[in-house]
């Protein structure tokens, strides 16, 4: 089976490659590929190495085998510095290999070998007490077998960041107890959907908690190095960054800060086809192309855009019960109130809109909607304005691209969106501009480089993803391919003794990472950690 599958695998490669070449295409593993083909003739990688005096190599413990050989192929033998932390390799989904690092970092230490190993383990960062709280953590979890490293002697951290004695440090780990499901009940299809909800509560009720944390931290004080002088000055809400392991959850977590009034900056994460401001313009969109289209007709006509309210609606319904929604606009314009007056203005507007669209100019047809409705300042007027507005300019800017790349119209593009979205391929929220007084929420693997005076990690109690280590053909780089076995008379499948090795690799890889991941996010702060 596993020679039928490499055979397979060969064959696809290899007829893949050649029609790409035949359509002269190339996609970016091709790149790596061909450099590295270049590189094996001698001459020509004697060429290629006399033009660098150095090779300099910065986030060494993220590279890839790939990427090793291209460097030391183009490099002397003598000239190759690298600079890097095993304990913040985060990027094992890009083929990182932390033991490229961890072998250097060992032969390195030896008296038989040339080479220098210089230890950088002063953190000039954080205050002495989150250094404390990590090192004390990572001594006890981290060692060769898990995270690739022993957290012990020069592999800790070295308090060298200097702070006043009145600034109070914290890490602080609120636990919040769900007590809603029984541990002790038998599954079924009901207690997973109350698990379900129960999980949903609980959520829910963390960001709550975490907004509260937030605003208590505005009535407490921070140091602030980078102003002239440096002192103490009260919190603010551009110290404050949210790291998660991921993006599931966010749209909940954005709705309630923005709720209690956190003003919050997502960096190109997010819901962004289903946020409130763009949805609408989607919607309205969908009413220009196909008017005969009842729910984005309502959903327009009831937004914040046209305010009318249920009865209004319904008012419009009586008028014609026969045909579509939009006969029925059509109809309650005949009157003399003021909802025939908005529905009059209402059609006036879409008649404009349509012949921008039958242009085919879909950049005007967008700016026009906001410039008739000013939805623009609107969005910008709501909670999380500025978010929002970033929002909208992103879409204008989408569909731009769009419309330079296709010269197609409004029902293509339309589609474009739709089937992104039925794809699950939606985009994320865009990156508003810099707002030094807004919470950032970012994944950890964003965060990797960049600090913060306060952060902020929920969802400490979340199960790690396990759907690497289910299904039949299981693959780890050094534990190699792992099958069932197909008992052929009893047609039952068991796991052979080679898949359960394989596994085993994957999850020890799995949490050496997350182990990482963790330290990453720990270091990311100056001053105060809480969870």
């Known amino acids: 089976m596993v020679d039928i599958i490499v055979t397979v695998t060969e064959t696809f490669r290899q007829q893949f490659t050649a029609k790409k070449r035949d359509q002269r295409l190339l996609d970016f593993p091709d790149l790596g590929a061909l450099a590295l083909d270049i590189l094996d003739d001698d001459n020509t990688q004697k060429t290629v190495s006399s033009q660098f005096q150095e090779i300099l190599v910065d986030e060494y413990q993220d590279i890839n085998q790939l990427q090793e050989t291209l460097l030391v192929r183009v490099s002397n033998q003598h000239n190759m510095y690298m600079v890097g932390d095993v304990k913040q390799s985060i990027y094992g989904f890009r083929q990182a290999e932390p033991t490229l690092f961890t072998n250097k970092y060992r032969l390195f230490s030896r008296d038989d070998n040339h080479d220098s190993r210089i230890d950088l383990a002063e953190n000039f960062r954080s205050h002495h007490q989150v250094t404390q709280i990590t090192n004390f953590i990572f001594t006890q979890l981290m060692d060769e077998t898990l995270g690739d490293i022993a957290y012990l002697g020069e592999a800790k951290l070295i308090d060298k960041a200097t702070y006043p004695d009145q600034l109070q440090a914290e890490c602080h780990l609120d636990i919040i107890q769900n007590n809603q499901l029984n541990a002790n009940h038998q599954e079924t299809s ?3 959907e109350a698990e379900d909800d129960a999980t949903f509560d609980t959520r829910q009720a963390q960001y709550m908690h975490l907004a509260q944390r937030i605003l208590d931290l505005r009535q407490t004080q921070i140091y602030d190095r980078k102003a002239t002088p440096a002192g103490m000055r009260p919190v603010e809400y551009g110290d404050i960054a949210i790291l998660t392991r991921s993006k599931s959850g966010y749209v909940d977590l954005v709705n309630i800060l923005r ?21 609408l313009i989607l919607d309205i969109l969908r009413v220009i192309d196909n008017p005969h289209q009842d729910i984005p007709l309502a959903a327009v006509l009831r937004s914040p855009m046209f305010g009318l309210n249920e009865n209004d609606l319904a008012q419009i319904r009586l ?90 119209g ?16 939606d985009l994320g929220e865009a990156t508003q501009e810099s707002d030094v007084q807004a919470v950032r929420i970012m994944t950890i693997h964003a965060s990797k ?39 052929p008379h009893a047609q039952v499948t068991f796991p052979t003794l080679q898949k359960l090795a394989v596994r085993h690799a ?25 969870s």
Do not use: C
């Not at 003003?263 to 819901?271: A, E, H, Y």
């Not at 409004?410 to 391929?425: K, M």
């Not at 182990?515 to 990453?520: A, D, N, P």
């Open 190 to 192: 009901e207690d997973n």
């Open 259 to 279: 709720e209690a009034g956190i003003p919050v900056q997502i960096d190109g994460v997010g819901n962004y086809f289903q946020t409130m401001e763009v949805y």
């Open 319 to 408: 008028a014609d019960k026969q045909h579509d929604f939009w006969r029925a606009v059509q109809a309650t314009t005949h009157g003399d109130d003021e909802l025939a007056k908005q529905l009059r203005t209402f059609i006036q507007l879409i008649a404009k809109w349509r012949e921008l669209a039958l242009q085919n100019d879909l950049v005007s047809l967008i700016w026009s909607i906001y410039e008739d409705t000013s939805w623009l300042d609107y969005a910008t007027g709501m909670p999380g304005g500025a978010q929002r507005q970033a929002n909208l300019r992103a879409l204008y800017d989408y569909a731009r691209t769009y419309q330079t790349n296709t010269h197609t």
């Open 410 to 425: 409004l029902f293509r593009f339309i589609r474009y969106i739709e089937q992104l979205q039925q794809a699950g391929e």
């Open 449 to 487: 480089g960049l600090e913060f005076p306060i952060v902020m990690l929920p969802e400490f109690e979340k199960k790690f993803n396990t759907s690497d280590l289910n299904g039949d053909l299981l693959i780890q780089k050094d534990a190699g391919i792992g099958l069932e076995f197909l008992e």
């Open 506 to 530: 994957l999850r020890q890889q799995s949490w050496s990472e997350e182990m990482r991941l963790l330290y990453v996010a720990l270091t990311r702060a100056e001053q105060k950690f809480t």
